[in-house]
Nanobody
Framework: VQLVESGGGRVQAGGSLRLSCAASGRTFSSYALGWFRQAPGKEREFVAALDRSGGSTYYADSVKGRFAISRDNAKNTVYLQMNSLKPEDTAVYYC?????????????????WGQGTHVTVSS
């Protein structure tokens, strides 16, 4: 599956952005999906993930209550709604997919990655 992120940009602290990740292929509903981010000089870190149906979701503690991951299997798209953004949310955001019924929170378990979209939150 090929993944293409969009929706990044620059926003002031307290603002919102919605990231989208469009996937190719006809088996999108068989993939678990995740969002990760990488800030300058830091390692890639887990942000959020959900299972094939979208019924089970997981979040990093740093974004819990502010971010929401969802998927639309009819549109082959996964979303990340980001609210109450903080300067420390500034990073390149990547979506990832893995052909599995499990949900992964570690990057090494994902076989498919998008190219990333930049998010900058100014104070």
């Amino acid at each position: 599956v090929q993944l293409v992120e969009s929706g990044g940009g620059r926003v002031q602290a307290g603002g919102s952005l919605r990231l989208s990740c469009a996937a190719s292929g006809r088996t999108f509903s068989s993939y678990a999906l995740g969002w990760f981010r990488q800030a300058p000089g830091k390692e890639r870190e887990f942000v959020a993930a959900l299972d094939r149906s979208g019924g089970s979701t997981y979040y990093a503690d740093s974004v819990k209550g502010r971010f929401a991951i969802s998927r639309d299997n009819a549109k082959n798209t996964v979303y990340l709604q980001m609210n109450s953004l903080k300067p420390e949310d500034t990073a390149v955001y990547y979506c990832a997919a893995d052909y599995t019924s499990m949900v992964h929170t570690t990057s090494r378990n994902y076989a498919n990655w998008g190219q990333g979209t930049h998010v900058t939150v100014s104070s």
